[in-house]
């Protein structure tokens, strides 16, 4: 679209329960557009492990062109635990997509939404508010497809090159920038295993030559492993982590799980170029189809969406509206008349939907 707010999104809803939230972060756009000066246009191309069932393929070729042509890119979860490649690895254009298209740095956010349970005492008082940022193409990651394995022992070669790396900080000491600026803390950390292995004792070396471009960022280093046993005791000290993939695959489904669950937790994969954006969660194929799916983590993947695409093209009204659907989102949990399933509730797709666009 050429507008400066009309936007081409592609829409990959996926496998199991992937196209039962998908719809309803649809329909919130749709909403969006009556309430603003924003316009989408949506095409849906497949991808995921039924595609693969299908045609061998994770995703045709159009579907990457579509991708590549589209101003954003809107993810239902993929694969099925039941579908694999020959070496035994689940399906996971996720995944792919990540390095089809750079997308060095996958954003996290957890936030506590007001009314939502979480297992951390004082959590509902103290508050969670933080962003786990996972590089997306290196790591342990890097051998995705390519590790060897004999009779005697298998092989995975973890990789962290300096380009990604510098620019997965420069990413991430301008959001912490801009957290600071919307009055959070603005702190970043940087999460490795600097006292055992040289690839992160290299990684931590470029954050802290990032640090001195950015004085103004309160920076710490933890170790993965104190770092998790840190946020489920006091995750409210948290506000901005770097990490590598394999840790930060890990840490933010941690993360997660202190928010009230992968139903609640956004999630976007980002490069110089392009955007990923889809829940945290997987394809739960054990409630395909029984209207139980919780949309909250994909609705607001929408709103990171229009954040994304606000800062993007310098556009305020996305942002106001990225802004708006967080509000809603917050008003239906804090009001205490949604209670989703996994929560022990009776809400299912449909109620939540519903009471979003109500809030909208």
């Not at 050429?2 to 649809?26: K, Q, R, T, Y």
């Not at 994770?58 to 979860?77: F, V």
């Not at 603005?186 to 490795?192: P, Y």
């Not at 295993?193 to 690839?199: D, Q, S």
């Amino acid at each position: 679209m050429s507008a400066n707010n009309a936007f081409h999104i592609a829409v990959l809803a996926g496998d199991g329960i992937g196209p039962e939230v998908m719809a309803p972060a649809l329909e919130v756009l749709r909403k969006v557009e009556q309430k603003s000066d924003l316009r989408f246009r949506f095409t849906e191309a497949p991808a995921g492990a039924n595609h693969y069932l299908a045609t061998g393929k994770s995703m045709p070729d159009s579907t990457i062109k579509l991708c590549e042509e589209a101003d954003a890119i809107l993810l239902g979860a993929c694969g099925l635990p039941s579908v694999r490649y020959p070496d035994n690895t689940e399906i996971a254009p996720q995944i792919e997509l990540r390095f089809i298209f750079d997308l060095y740095a996958g954003v996290r956010p957890a936030r506590l939404i007001p009314g939502v349970p979480s297992p951390i005492v004082g959590a509902d008082q103290r508050g969670i508010d933080l962003v786990v940022i996972r590089e997306s193409t290196e790591g342990l990651f890097a051998s995705m497809g390519k590790g060897v394995v004999t009779h005697e022992d298998a092989r995975e070669t973890l990789v962290i090159t300096r380009k990604t790396s510098e620019r997965l900080f420069e990413f991430s000491f301008r959001l912490a920038e801009r957290r600071k600026a919307r009055g959070k803390p603005g702190s970043l950390a940087c999460v490795d295993k600097a006292n055992v292995f040289k690839a992160f004792a290299f990684f931590r070396r470029i954050f802290d030559e990032a640090a001195k471009r950015h004085p103004d960022v309160k920076t710490d280093h933890l170790y993965v492993d104190a770092c998790s046993a840190m946020l489920v005791k006091r995750p409210w000290d948290f506000d901005v982590m770097v990490m590598e993939n394999m840790f930060g695959d890990i840490v933010s489904d941690i993360t997660a799980s202190l928010i009230g669950g992968l139903g609640m937790a956004p999630s976007a994969d980002i490069g110089d170029k392009y955007a990923v954006f889809q829940p945290c969660h997987g394809t739960a194929p054990d409630i395909m189809g029984q209207g139980k799916a919780n949309p909250t983590g994909m609705i607001l993947s929408t709103a990171m969406m229009l954040d994304w695409l606000a800062e993007k093209h310098g556009l305020e009204s996305a942002a106001e509206a990225s802004e708006t659907i967080g509000r809603a989102v917050d008003q239906i949990y804090a009001g205490g008349g949604i209670k989703p399933m996994e929560f022990g509730g009776s809400n299912g797709t449909a109620d939540i939907t519903k009471a979003v666009l109500a809030a909208l």
